[in-house]
């Protein structure tokens, strides 16, 4: 029995946090057109956005196309197919595996860097003051941070597809002899527009969830440092989370689709 009880805590808990965060959405999507509208604001945080974050995912993106290849070039060579390895690699990293792990990357650096900078306004007062001075902290704080990064991690995933593919590239010119054109004439001859553009739409729902999840887990943080650390690492792990559901939903909706 209280093995029961102690489930039915967690799941009341989960469902309770889930009705929060719904709530805390309904109330972005209602401050989003209203104003005053912080345009400086969201500039701002799209370049810290995006300029924390680029180096990593650069690092992180030439590494995957580094690794992709060195693993699969040896089984297409068994099967004389290694001419296959431009397409198999660009279609892979275009449509799954570039989205999701910059996603990841990218919720690792921002969700806890945003859950625990609001977490440390919210343990200092700071977000207490600014109500009581009368500025909106929600769309100072919350919706400009949301939007930038649901703005920024496509841009990110754009160009770690890119880095990616050249680190692919790398590969095959050093073991394959293949030229920069060659390379890349039969990485747009395999790509086709129902590769591309499903997979930049749902960044924007990853970077999105990674913007709402960081934002909700800080600016509801508990009292004192230990509870900007758990919205930090809270942030990180739902987000991560919702970044592999939304994946899956994305798919499933576009395999209909395309069926259809």
């Known amino acids: 029995m209280s093995g029961l009880t102690e489930i039915e805590v967690k799941l009341k808990a989960f469902f309770i946090e889930i009705g929060d965060l719904s709530y805390f959405a309904g109330r972005l999507f209602r401050e989003v057109f209203t104003r005053p509208f912080e345009f400086k604001e969201l500039l701002r945080q799209c370049y810290n956005i995006g300029n924390r974050s680029i180096l990593l995912v650069g690092v992180t993106a030439f590494i995957i196309g580094l690794v992709i290849t060195m693993q699969t070039r040896p089984t297409l060579e068994e099967f004389g ?18 989205p999701v792990i910059i996603a990841l990357t990218f919720a690792g650096r921002i969700a806890s860097g945003i859950g625990a900078e609001l977490g440390s306004m919210r343990v200092t007062e700071q977000i207490d003051a600014m109500e009581v001075s009368g500025t909106n902290p929600f769309k100072y704080l919350v919706v400009t941070r949301i939007l930038a990064a649901t703005l920024m991690l496509p841009i990110l995933v754009i160009l770690g597809d890119a880095i990616a593919l050249y680190g692919s590239y790398i590969i095959e010119n050093l073991k394959g002899d293949v030229s920069f054109q060659l390379y890349f004439n039969k990485v747009f001859d395999a790509l086709e527009f129902g590769d591309i553009i499903p997979a930049i739409i749902k960044t924007y729902f990853f970077g999105f969830a990674i913007g709402l999840v960081g934002c909700f887990k800080g600016y509801y943080c508990e009292k ?37």
Do not use: K
């Open 81 to 98: 197919a290694e001419s296959w390895m431009p397409s198999m690699v660009s279609i892979s990293i275009i449509r799954e595996i570039g």
């Open 224 to 260: 004192g440092t230990v509870g900007v650390g758990l919205a930090a690492n809270s942030a990180v792990v739902f987000s991560s989370m919702l970044i592999f559901i939304i994946d899956f939903i994305a798919v499933f909706i576009t395999d209909i689709f395309f069926e259809i």
